[in-house]
């Protein structure tokens, strides 16, 4: 099934520098998520209705937008004020701050576990990540890291976090349990590893790099099993398990492509916008929002 244009949502404009960042879908609210940087917000929309639904306010240099859904709670990464902020759904306004480091960017939920990945990009300080525990809103460990950490995911059957550094280029597999220590460092063959995904079903983890192209590896051997180009730089990549197709956000020259990951070729590419560098993905419906 080609992607094809369905409608517009607005949404307010920016306040001052920056753009949009991480969307996440909220399956029981029937909500998605995502980040405003430019205006330390993050906008809720209806996805039955496709329209905003409104705005919610406090989250300085907003990153990472994730939700909790066995918890019904918001987890964002605030770059502005270096911390990881907790809001319980039924009322946003009540929010957590918890410290994690200089500019915390990534972020991966281990939801069973009651877990949090945090991964600090750092500033005049190294780049480090933190493990949070959401029922107690608390750090359990802090670790550096020497390297600038990008995207992140967790992967529920073998337990273990999933953090790309930039350079050198690797994916570090970490421990999601005590004493949340690395495990191994698995190679990345091309430039600058930014986005991220998993395919549980087939144990691989596509990652998506500034110098231009989708690796794929295996995650439990670290083995490259292809590597696609793509147009440019990307950030924001999903997998729609449904259809085996990875979605890919390249914000210069603006396009959304789409990777068949069973023959490993870019099969469509569709403009969205320059700078458009992040969507969110309504997996039920397989909807695709471009900010």
Not at 32 to 44: G, K, P, Q
Not at 192 to 209: F, N, S, T
Not at 255 to 276: C, F, M, N, P, Y
Request: net charge negative; charged share 20%.
């Amino acid at each position: 099934m080609p992607l094809r244009a369905i409608g517009t949502v607005v949404l307010p404009p920016h306040r001052a520098g920056g753009d949009f960042d991480h969307a996440s879908v909220h399956r029981g609210g029937d909500r998605l998520y995502v980040a405003h940087t430019a205006n330390d917000s993050i906008e809720v929309l209806d996805l039955e209705r496709c329209v905003h639904e409104a705005t919610l306010m406090g989250f300085p240099g907003v990153a990472g937008a994730a939700v909790c859904e066995r918890r019904n709670l918001l987890v964002v990464t605030c770059r502005g004020e270096g911390t990881v902020g907790l809001a319980p759904l039924h009322d946003a306004t009540a929010i957590a701050r918890i410290p994690v480091g200089a500019r915390p960017n990534g972020l991966a939920l281990a939801s069973e576990a009651g877990l949090a990945l945090a991964a600090c990009v750092g500033g005049p300080t190294l780049p480090s990540l933190a493990i949070i525990d959401l029922d107690r809103s608390a750090v359990l460990i802090s670790a550096l890291l020497f390297g600038r950490p990008r995207w992140t995911v967790h992967d529920a059957m073998t337990g273990c976090f999933y953090v790309n550094i930039a350079a050198p280029p690797q994916i570090l597999v970490i421990r999601a349990a005590p004493p949340f220590d690395v495990l191994r460092s698995i190679p990345i063959s091309a430039a600058g590893p930014h986005g991220l995904d998993l395919d549980l079903r087939r144990g691989l983890l596509h990652c998506a790099c500034d110098g231009g192209a989708v690796v794929t590896v295996e995650a439990d051997s670290g083995r490259t099993v292809e590597q696609v180009p793509i147009a440019g730089p990307p950030d924001v990549v999903f997998l729609n398990h449904r259809r085996n197709r990875l979605y890919v956000a390249v914000g210069d020259p603006g396009v959304l492509q789409s990777i068949d990951t069973d023959h490993g070729r870019v099969v469509e590419t569709v403009t969205t916008g320059k700078g458009a560098k992040t969507f969110g993905f309504d997996a039920a419906r397989e909807h695709i929002f471009a900010f």
